[in-house]
């Protein structure tokens, strides 16, 4: 079946490491986003990619960087200089860049830093 | 800037009772918007969107909503609520000039038996 798969589900970090969040897609999408999920806020835009090697900043992309290598790979990199990366982390695609068409998501990763 | 305000953080109803969710949307273009369900750890699931065809828009497990330009609005509604439908609802709203998906901060809805 087709889908986005982010991985690990859970994933721990220690003050002052890099860590780094999987998000694959087998469904020929053209479009891959990055969200951060923290309670009542809900999701906050933090890259996006529209085309393989190239990526737009969002909202809140201080302290992360993403690479866009393949059109099925869209990892998303978590750097000590994330002040406060403790959240859930969403990864999305898009068949088409254009805004009438909808997202997918993948189930998420929880990231804790201890 | 388009944005989308979603009017109370917590809904609670009875099982069988009318789900109401609210989505006030902002943009200067014609928008499009969608409201999406999370279940817990889990992704978001698209319930359904509007672009400009029908304004009224019905979506999986029983849930439609209504465009109401004049009051720049995308109501949830299900007429019948069952305990499956306990969830985050979250409405989301772009357009041509935006390449990306701006959400509301979710509402949460309680079933109750």
């Known amino acids: 079946d087709g889908g986005i798969t982010q991985s690990p589900k859970y994933l721990f970090r220690k003050e002052g490491q890099n860590v780094t969040l999987s998000c694959e897609q087998n469904?020929?999408?053209?479009?891959m986003y990055w969200y951060r999920q923290d309670p009542g806020q809900g999701l906050r835009l933090i890259y996006y990619s529209q085309i393989v090697n190239d990526f737009q900043k969002g909202d809140i992309a201080e302290g992360y960087s993403v690479s866009r290598e393949k059109k099925e790979s869209f990892p998303l990199t978590v750097t000590s200089a994330q002040k406060n990366p403790t959240a859930f982390y969403l990864c999305?695609?898009?068949?088409?860049?254009?805004?009438?068409?909808?997202?997918?998501f993948g189930s998420g990763t929880r990231l804790t830093v201890v | 800037a388009q944005s989308v305000t979603q009017l109370g953080s917590h809904v609670s109803v009875s099982e069988g009772a009318l789900v109401l969710l609210r989505c006030n949307y902002s943009?200067?273009?014609?928008?499009?918007l969608f409201w999406y369900v999370q279940y817990p750890n889990q992704g978001l699931q698209l319930l359904l969107k509007y672009t400009s065809a029908a304004t009224l828009v019905k979506g999986i497990n029983g849930f439609e909503a209504e465009f109401k330009k004049s009051e720049t609005s995308f109501h949830l509604t299900k007429p019948s609520a069952h305990m499956s439908d306990a969830a985050e609802y979250f409405c989301?709203?772009?357009?041509?000039?935006?390449?990306?998906?701006?959400f509301g901060a979710g509402t949460r809805l309680t079933v109750k038996p």
């Open positions: 999305a695609s898009s068949l088409k860049t254009e805004a009438n068409y909808g997202y997918t």
């Open positions: 989301a709203v772009s357009s041509d000039n935006n390449n990306d998906m701006r």
């Open positions: 943009s200067s273009v014609p928008p499009y």
């Open positions: 469904l020929n999408h053209d479009a």
